[in-house]
């Protein structure tokens, strides 16, 4: 509570009707319950300028994304959106930059039915809190220690183009115009995969969604698991912007590149028509790249089985 | 996620057993379920540095402040802790901030049963967003809505020292060291009155806690009822420390302070008895300050009854 008229901004861009929830904003808590038998589902992600968004980017696509990350989160966990608390610390109160933000994050949360009940705003250094809520049975909750050795790793849609928007940005390397605002829009405006993970409950045996990089986020699965894995670095899916890039930027890019927002899952190998007909329903494509076997570790490969020598082990490497 | 070893981090300084619930940290999401019949209560707040804290606040403190106004949210709707989440944005990792804030905000969540199921670290200006989580029967539930015509109006422990600190902090006034440290701890420490808003589920008719002062406070159960107040400004409960300074000071500070977290609520004049007895049960002192009536506003008077000439009418004049 500090924006000089903080009730009337959120009375102005954030209060809507209740729906499924209880009670929503304007009391000291929101009430939710989860369907009989079901439980919440609960993540949180905060998102700073400057680290997780630049300045140039539109205020509908920030609200747009501050909520999609979440809902990722949820996709992972095969869960439900229900609803969502917001969080907004602000330098000053701009009526346009909230109308925008408002518009964007709104038009992603009705097209999942999730309602936002609560939340705090504040003046201070640009910082933005989500925090969601979605209902699972308990025993389908899709999990990060599933994967069992004879599964195939699978990905959803397309990896790198975030990571290539941001190096764009950085000047690091340069896009003509359309190139530039195909990636950039993959990193503006992550689309979470939330029918696909919904539909992947009972097919999948692990999930996690791709936020810090693929190389990085699937060595979570393999450690919670207690398996390893090989990935064939050639079968990773990539737009044709990505793909016209120098061989080492798609690599970086497709492993480390992070802000994918897409589900890397595991499943049985003699499931492989289950998962390709679930990619199908939710129209997501889906691409086998790899296979799970017993002992630790991520190992890369090329298409013709060799490992490839530039073996990026973690994430935290690439970030300081 | 972008401090170098987040994840160390993480396992360091937040990861505990799971208790109640299904799944805690180190997946994508936590799984929550409330008791049968029972609603989540949740709650989001966010505390950014120099507005919320001051740099001179120590790790332990803040760690308890930042869990404290979010138990304090959950006791103003009679909801029972279950558990948080915690996204922090930090300029650095700092060894002994994080053993100091963990060690603080544990303590209070272990006397409350409330268990860190999540959340998100990142490098960033200082910042913390809390969302804590409750389970509370929908039709008990306290609300700001259910103050009635010929309810009393009541407030618990004491108001203001934590304002009065503020002003020390900020020079505008002096205090001798032993009262300099009194009202600090109120200010850092305060205590959410969590068994005290159980204690009154049944009993009073709204409550909300007060957080942003009194005044404004109070001005909400008001509005969101439909109804007006009288309040008795020599009735508020009031330190020794306070009770010292001069009555420009104590008005100020009683009805404008904020961050005082004790609970402010309702009750039919016929039950002074049972929220009384409610009060010692609970161990915390409450006290009978107005009265509702029809209408529409909040009066402040004396104890003679005569109108207070310094009508403090809403608490957002206070801040800028």
Redesign the interface.
């Known amino acids: ?2 924006i ?4 009337e901004l959120i009375e102005r861009f954030f209060t809507r009707p209740t729906g499924r929830a ?2 929503g904003i ?9 369907g009989p038998g ?9 998102l ?1 300028e ?3 968004f630049l300045s140039t980017v539109a205020p509908d696509r920030l609200g747009h994304k501050a909520l999609a990350v979440n809902l990722s ?2 996709a ?2 095969g ?1 439900r959106p229900l ?1 969502f ?5 602000l330098p000053r109160a701009e009526e346009d930059f909230l109308e925008g933000f408002a518009r964007g994050m709104f038009a992603l949360a009705d097209r999942h039915g999730c309602e936002l ?4 705003t ?4 640009f ?1 933005i ?1 989500i ?1 969601v ?2 209902e ?1 049975a ?1 025993e389908s ?1 899709l ?3 599933g994967a069992r050795a004879g599964d195939d790793v699978w990905v959803s849609g397309t990896l790198g183009d975030a990571r290539l928007a941001l190096e764009a940005f950085r000047g690091t390397l340069s896009l003509d115009e359309a190139s530039f605002a195909h990636a950039r829009r993959a990193m503006e405006m992550p689309e979470p995969r939330v029918g696909l993970g919904l539909a992947l409950q009972g097919v999948a045996s692990s ?3 791709v ?2 990089g693929l190389a990085g986020d699937l060595a979570h699965i393999l450690r ?1 698991s207690g398996v390893a894995a090989v990935v064939d670095v050639d079968a990773l899916p990539r737009s044709a912007v990505l793909a016209a890039q120098p061989a080492a930027t798609q690599r970086e890019c497709l492993l480390a590149g992070g802000d994918d927002y897409e589900l890397v899952f595991t499943a049985a190998a003699g499931r492989r028509d289950e998962v390709l007909a679930v990619g199908a329903s939710a129209g997501v494509p889906v691409t086998r790249i790899g296979a799970v076997h017993a002992g630790s570790g991520l190992r890369f490969v090329d298409a013709s089985g060799q490992p490839d020598p530039a073996v990026i082990a973690s994430f ?1 490497h690439f ?2």
């Open positions: 509570m500090a000089l008229g903080e009730f209880a009670l304007g009391d000291d808590c929101a009430l939710l319950a989860p079901l439980a919440l589902a609960i993540s949180s992600d905060m700073i400057g680290r997780h989160d949820l992972a966990c869960a609803a608390t917001l969080a907004l610390a009940v609560g939340g705090d504040t003046r201070g250094p910082a809190c925090t809520f979605g699972v308990r909750a999990l990060r220690s999930a996690i969604d936020s810090d919670r935290d970030k300081s």
